[in-house]
């Protein structure tokens, strides 16, 4: 899953990590959910695959829903990064649990996170959230237990927040 | 190891003048960070362009829609002169991945990784596109089809950037269609991939396939019974012909070399059908 | 009036898993942990003559384990002993771990498994199940003379065959399997920490391995990405090998395989072939059936016999059939070993029976919900078993409930289309059971244990070895204590799944943690609230009064079979499970016949859960193993090349996403089961089990075409369908 891609001199990386600024002394190729994981302990962000497939290393990216296994901590650089730890997940959480959404939990960070980065964009483009643009917004997020419609009808109610 | 982080064209070039076949640009990383995790590359040097500005437009020129090659599909999917003038680029983006991998996949990094089974390639092919690369040692332009060689193998010399791809005007009358068969509704890979362009009575046919040999291709064959003026009825046969004769399916883990065949016939002459005329009012 | 049960309780294992809090084995941190790799083999038979260390790496720097290291004895404990932890010298199939080695960082394990070369003779290796040399088990179920209806068929009587095959299946937990293991301590006893269902299991493939008493091993379970039974049997190998490297290494080794490798070598489903016949009346009255399965078992028995008992005993569906012979066969390949994936033998020949009833449909023009309706069996008929079904018999239930949700008693399946274009819709059905529990004296031989302690704030401990897998045991424990306490959810707490603490419940498997262990858990309560007496006060008052008054808090209840329950594993007659789950699916499909890809784009199911105690869950597990069984049907693709797993990768290992998964319609019918807490009985594996032949009969209702094969990707439907348009051409 690693990819031994560590040799590279480390360089100084700065990041902003919900909502902190966070000096490290990385490769530059490291991937920024080993920098995420391991090097800050911030291990709600999920590997299933690490090579893009799944969803689970989703976060944010200035604003930005990405993968962490397929960007490396260079690309980062003085980005703001939001992880499933930080600020402004209290709506999709509670949606979640409200509709049994989350069952084993391993698909939850990376679905959580997706969910946001879709509610703020239909709120910023004033597209109306709909069961159809949950689905497609959440079709890069594997999850194996729910069956999806749990997890799409969460989505749902958390974008519809501040639609009439 | 050497990796550059570059923030501009010039400082990018700068650093691609030492650089060797081993080397590699990350722009998205949707390819490249897949095959560092496969082990398949392991580059002496690396030149980050993920935040290049320069590479992230859409202008509208004389010689047509200029592409950065830094534009994401995102951005792609969002641009209203791209669904003007080269909305068979907008429909493949969509097909991509699912949106975290669009948010970042690259037009540039499709184009250069040159996969037989790359969405955007089929569509550049289908629109006529020409690839801008830039080096140190000056600026050249190639068609798409003379820019991908071979298997996830293309003319750019190891000190190139693909700078931007350029799409020459849409013609009057001229119909367009994609169609992508993959593996499933999102995150998929195509097993046969269709792009192409006909023009009025079909003049001026480009009729894109991938996975169906080892590089995306035009089916030469096709295109020169159209332009003949080829009858609704003779469609199934000259198409069955045209896939026999300019395509090479090989079976893979992701589906036969006999269905590859099948499905293309069957998709041209699907998308095709309709716009051909009946025997007796073609030319 | 009932609190808990028929509500939905939060899970108490929610927040922390919205929140990104619950730790999963990765997440662990171990300070001084080492990495942990296997060096495997790369043909699928052979002779290990050697491994060869390269002298160039520095081993000083690594440690390296191989099977003369083995402290114990060199298996994985589980039915039949023949599988080695480490290759000594034969190599039965691909993959197969030749030694292992731990290292301080990631780098340095790489170089380190490069540096390793085993010497492998190569030896011819079989991977056709037809052609096997080998039988791990054989099976027969019998009742009537069911040759002598085939050998003299009865006036007007018909009899339609088939030849149903399944391909293997993928679990796919999100979170990929491993373990941290603890060098052992002074006294010599072992700690392994992980990702897994079954901690009795492992506990015991520990004490085996390394030579030590069960009590001597602890194994605790990490919160787990899923499982579906893909981490039922393997976590005792990987948890030995854990194990055996924190030994060498004198510290702790964290092995969790990366998704490749646990896409290669972890077990699947068990690939099938099925032949099938049956007897028919004119009016579609079943007369007798015969079946012949088959499944491929891999290179070692692991659980093979029993996924074997369970394919057999559901092999004649839920159907009345006054003469019946079944026989099953599990046979070694040199495939990696097959293992348990929900269903567990049944969705093989499920399908298979589900199968040809629409072909007998088609055959006796009747309609396939009326021959099923005919034949289905009802409460008081007996079973190919001779199992008298008498409780919680749900299945009339079911059929009428999806036809008053769908119509499909009155949908023309089958009957030729009238719209044109290649896009076709049609619906499909199946109608199916599940057992629920272990097979036969299954239960009765293990009596899973559950204890219950009275803390000093009078709130009730539970221990159980069962686990939480995302099924929901946590809020189902917590309301079953809840309401037979008589106290509230919050007087409830979970002990961790730890073999030094709780006793073994059984493994969390066959749909038995809300039946059987749950009832095991409600009947521990109630002797547990007879002993702190009812009153007005609060339950944590009046506990903490008994024990202040001396009261012994601690109870401990086994299972307890029913009485009367009896079962003849020689001459499989008898009771096959304690009680059946019922259901029916119905699918809609598109599926365009230029390409034959499938569109599932809905899937109505009706399902006899018994007593829904917390339906939020039921549904989610319904659903969950819905569209497994959608996935299965026709998109996820599992094959070999000489032994080797071709999808390896997750873009290359298909599963459904938002955008694949159909809307889901679930109607929960509740037939209580005295034998059951509050009614319940086991349906984790049911809708599995009915979701693959609901699919391939829409698409015979689409096309015409009879999809005889799982999965009907796309590149079979268009030979069928290419198949189809030559014959109607000829
Ligand atoms: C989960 C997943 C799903 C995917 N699905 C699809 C899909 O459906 N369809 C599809 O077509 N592709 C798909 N891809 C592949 C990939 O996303 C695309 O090919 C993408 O466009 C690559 O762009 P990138 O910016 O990420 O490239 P990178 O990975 O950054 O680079 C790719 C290659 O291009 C070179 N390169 C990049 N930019 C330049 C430049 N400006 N000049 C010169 N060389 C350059 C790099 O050196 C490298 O060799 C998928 C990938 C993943 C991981
Ligand atoms: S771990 Fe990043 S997508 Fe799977
Ligand atoms: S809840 Fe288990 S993978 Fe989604």
Same mark, same amino acid.
């Not at chain 3, 780098?107 to 011819?124: G, K, N, T, Y």
């Not at chain 3, 007369?287 to 029993?306: I, N, R």
């Not at chain 3, 109607?667 to 032949?693: H, I, N, Q, S």
């Given at each position: 899953m690693k990819p031994i891609f560590d040799e590279s001199d480390p360089v100084e990386l700065r990041l902003c990590v919900n909502g902190a600024v966070r000096t490290l002394c990385v490769p530059p190729l490291r991937r920024l959910l080993d920098v995420l994981r391991e090097d800050l302990r911030l291990t709600g962000t999920k590997e299933g695959c690490g090579e893009g497939e799944c969803g689970a290393c989703t976060v944010l990216i200035d604003g930005q829903a990405v993968l962490a296994c397929l960007t490396a901590a260079c690309s980062a650089e003085g980005s703001e990064v939001v992880t499933i730890e930080g600020p402004g997940f209290e709506r999709a959480r509670r949606e979640f649990l409200e509709h049994g959404a989350a069952q084993c939990g391993i698909c939850t960070p990376g679905m959580i996170v997706m969910t946001r980065a879709w509610a703020e964009a239909c709120r910023r483009d004033g597209i109306e959230p709909t069961e159809d643009g949950a689905r497609a917004a959440l079709a890069g997020n594997l999850c194996r237990c729910t069956g999806y419609g749990a997890i799409v009808a969460a989505a749902v109610s958390t974008a519809r927040e501040g639609f009439p | 190891m050497r990796v550059v982080v570059a923030r501009s064209i010039d400082a990018a070039l700068a650093a691609l003048a030492s650089a060797t076949e081993a080397s590699r640009i990350l722009a998205g990383g949707t390819d490249l960070c897949v095959e560092f995790e496969s082990g398949r590359t392991r580059p002496d040097l690396v030149v980050e362009v993920g935040r290049v500005a320069e590479l992230r437009f859409v202008r509208e020129t004389q010689a047509g829609l200029e592409i950065g090659a830094g534009s994401t599909c995102a951005d792609l999917l969002r641009s209203a002169p791209v669904a003007r003038g080269a909305d068979l680029l907008a429909l493949a983006a969509r097909e991509v991945g699912a949106v975290q991998i669009q948010n970042r996949a690259t037009l540039g990094g499709n184009l250069v990784t040159a996969s037989p089974a790359a969405d955007l390639v089929p569509a550049l092919f289908a629109l006529g596109a020409r690839v801008r690369l830039a080096s140190l040692a000056g600026r050249r332009e190639l068609l798409v089809e003379e820019f991908v060689t071979g298997y996830r193998a293309t003319a750019r010399r190891p000190d190139e950037l693909v700078e931007s791809v350029v799409i020459p005007p849409r013609p009057a009358g001229e119909h367009r269609a994609f169609h992508k068969v993959g593996t499933r509704r999102a995150q998929s890979i195509s097993k046969v991939v269709v792009a192409l362009a006909l023009g009025p009575r079909g003049a001026g046919a480009r009729i894109a396939a991938g996975s169906v040999a080892e590089r995306t291709l035009r089916l030469a064959t096709l295109e020169a019974a159209l332009a003949r003026g080829l009858a609704r009825e003779r469609l199934a046969q000259a198409v069955a012909h045209a896939v026999a004769l300019d395509t090479r399916p090989r079976d893979d883990v992701r589906s036969t070399a006999r269905y590859r065949r099948a499905v293309l016939e069957r998709v041209l002459v699907r998308v095709l059908g309709p716009w051909l005329e009946p025997e007796g009012n073609a030319a | 009036m009932e609190r808990y049960i028929g509500r939905d309780l939060a899970r108490p294992d929610g927040p922390a898993k919205v929140e990104g809090r619950a730790v999963y084995v990765a997440d662990l941190d171990v300070p001084g942990a080492w990495v942990g790799g296997v060096v495997r083999s790369t043909v699928a038979r052979g002779l290990l003559l050697g491994l060869d260390f390269d002298p160039g790496f520095d081993w000083r720097t690594v440690a390296v384990a191989t099977a003369a290291d083995v402290p114990g004895e060199n298996v994985v404990a589980l039915i039949a002993d023949d599988q080695p932890l480490l290759v000594a010298r034969e190599i039965e199939h691909w993959g197969e771990p030749l030694a292992?080695?731990?290292?301080?960082?990631?780098?340095?394990?790489?170089?380190?498994?490069?540096?390793?070369?085993?010497?492998?003779?190569?030896?011819?290796a079989c991977f056709d199940l037809e052609r096997s040399p080998r039988v791990f088990k054989s099976i027969r179920v019998a009742q009537g003379d069911a040759g002598a209806v085939f050998r003299d068929v009865p006036p007007g009587a018909r009899v339609v065959e088939g030849t149903y095959r399944t391909d293997s299946q993928e679990q796919l937990y999100v979170e990929t399997q491993g373990f941290v293991a603890f060098?052992?301590?002074?006294?010599?006893?072992?700690?392994?920490?992980?990702?897994?269902?079954?901690?009795?299991?492992?506990?015991?493939?520990?004490?085996?391995?390394l030579g030590i008493a069960p009590e001597e091993a602890r194994v605790v379970q990490l919160a787990?990405?899923?499982?579906?039974?893909?981490?039922?049997?393997?976590?005792?190998?990987?948890?030995?090998?854990?194990?055996?490297?924190?030994?060498?290494?004198?510290?702790?080794?964290?092995?969790?395989?990366?998704?490749?490798?646990?896409?290669a070598v972890t077990p699947k489903r068990h690939p099938a072939r099925v032949r099938v016949r049956a007897a028919f009346a004119a009016d579609?009255?079943?007369?007798?059936?015969?079946?012949?399965?088959?499944?491929?078992?891999?290179?070692?028995?692991?659980?093979?016999?029993?996924?074997?008992?369970?394919?057999?005993?559901?092999?004649?569906?839920?159907?009345?059939?006054?003469?019946?012979?079944?026989?099953?066969?599990?046979?070694?390949?040199?495939?990696?070993?097959?293992?348990?994936?929900? @269903?567990?033998?049944?969705?093989?020949?499920c399908l298979a029976i589900e199968r040809l009833m629409d072909r007998a449909a088609r055959e006796l023009g009747i309609h396939p919900f009326e021959l099923r309706l005919r034949n289905a069996l009802r409460p008081g008929d007996t079973t190919v078993t001779g199992q008298r079904l008498e409780h919680s018999v749900g299945s009339l239930e079911v059929l009428e409930a999806i036809a008053r949700r769908t119509g499909f008693d009155r949908h023309a399946w089958g009957a030729p289309h009238a719209e044109s274009g290649p896009r076709r819709r049609g619906l499909g059905f199946s109608f199916f059971f599940h057992g629920a529990g272990f097979t036969g004296s299954g239960e009765e031989l293990l009596r899973g244990r559950v204890s219950l302690a009275l803390l000093p704030d009078g709130r009730v401990e539970v221990l159980a070895g069962s686990t939480e897998i995302g099924q929901g045991t946590q809020a189902l424990f917590t309301a079953i204590a809840a309401e037979a306490l008589g106290a509230d959810a919050a007087d409830v707490v979970l002990a961790t799944p730890d073999t030094a603490r709780v006793p073994d419940s059984?493994?969390?498997?066959?749909?038995?943690?809300?039946?059987?262990?749950?009832?095991?858990?409600?009947?521990?309560?109630?002797?547990?609230?007879?002993?702190?007496?009812?009153?007005?006060?609060? +339950?944590?008052?009046?506990?903490?009064?008994?024990?202040?008054?001396?009261?012994?808090?601690?109870?401990?209840?086994?299972?307890?079979?029913?009485?009367?329950?009896? +079962?003849?594993?020689?001459?499989?007659?008898?009771?096959?499970?304690?009680?059946?789950? +019922?259901?029916?699916d119905v699918a809609e499909v598109f599926v365009d016949e230029d390409t034959g890809e499938v569109d599932v784009a809905r899937l109505w199911t009706a399902v006899d859960v018994g007593r829904a105690l917390q339906p939020r869950l039921v549904t989610g597990q319904i659903e969950g193993?819905?569209?497994?069984?959608?996935? +299965?049907?026709?998109?996820?693709?599992?094959?070999?090349?000489?032994?080797?797993?071709?999808?390896?990768?997750?873009?290359?290992?298909?599963?459904?996403?938002?955008?694949?998964?159909?809307?889901?319609?679930?109607?929960?019918?509740?037939?209580?089961?005295?034998?059951?807490?509050?009614?319940?009985?086991?349906?984790?594996?049911?809708?599995?089990?009915?979701?693959?032949?609901?699919?391939?009969?829409?698409?015979?209702?689409?096309? @015409?075409?009879?999809?005889?094969?799982?999965?009907?990707?796309?590149?079979?439907?268009?030979?069928l369908l290419v198949a189809r348009a030559e014959e109607a051409h000829a």
């Open positions: - | - | 292992l080695v731990a290292a301080p960082d990631e780098l340095q394990l790489a170089r380190a498994l490069a540096a390793v070369r085993p010497r492998i003779e190569a030896r011819a060098p052992p301590a002074s006294d010599g006893s072992v700690t392994v920490r992980g990702s897994l269902q079954c901690p009795h299991y492992v506990q015991k493939a520990l004490a085996r391995a787990t990405g899923g499982g579906f039974g893909g981490k039922e049997d393997y976590p005792s190998v990987l948890a030995c090998h854990a194990a055996l490297l924190a030994r060498v290494a004198r510290r702790p080794v964290r092995l969790i395989l990366g998704r490749h490798e646990d896409l579609g009255t079943g007369l007798a059936l015969e079946a012949d399965v088959l499944f491929d078992g891999g290179a070692y028995t692991t659980l093979s016999p029993v996924v074997l008992s369970r394919g057999v005993l559901h092999a004649s569906g839920p159907y009345r059939w006054p003469a019946a012979e079944i026989r099953g066969s599990v046979v070694a390949t040199n495939h990696v070993p097959y293992g348990a994936f929900r @269903g567990f033998g049944a969705p093989q020949t059984g493994p969390t498997v066959a749909s038995r943690t809300c039946m059987v262990v749950g009832g095991v858990l409600a009947a521990a309560a109630a002797e547990l609230r007879q002993r702190v007496g009812d009153g007005a006060a609060s +339950w944590r008052e009046r506990a903490r009064a008994f024990l202040a008054g001396g009261g012994d808090g601690a109870v401990t209840r086994a299972y307890a079979p029913p009485p009367g329950a009896r +079962w003849d594993e020689h001459s499989y007659r008898g009771d096959a499970y304690p009680v059946y789950g +019922w259901a029916a193993g819905a569209l497994q069984a959608v996935g +299965w049907a026709h998109r996820e693709v599992v094959s070999a090349r000489d032994g080797r797993c071709e999808q390896d990768r997750l873009a290359t290992c298909i599963v459904p996403t938002t955008l694949d998964a159909p809307r889901f319609d679930v109607t929960l019918v509740e037939v209580p089961y005295p034998g059951g807490p509050f009614g319940a009985k086991g349906v984790g594996e049911l809708p599995m089990d009915g979701g693959a032949p609901a699919v391939l009969s829409a698409i015979e209702d689409a096309t @015409g075409i009879h999809p005889a094969q799982v999965p009907a990707t796309p590149e079979r439907i268009l030979d």
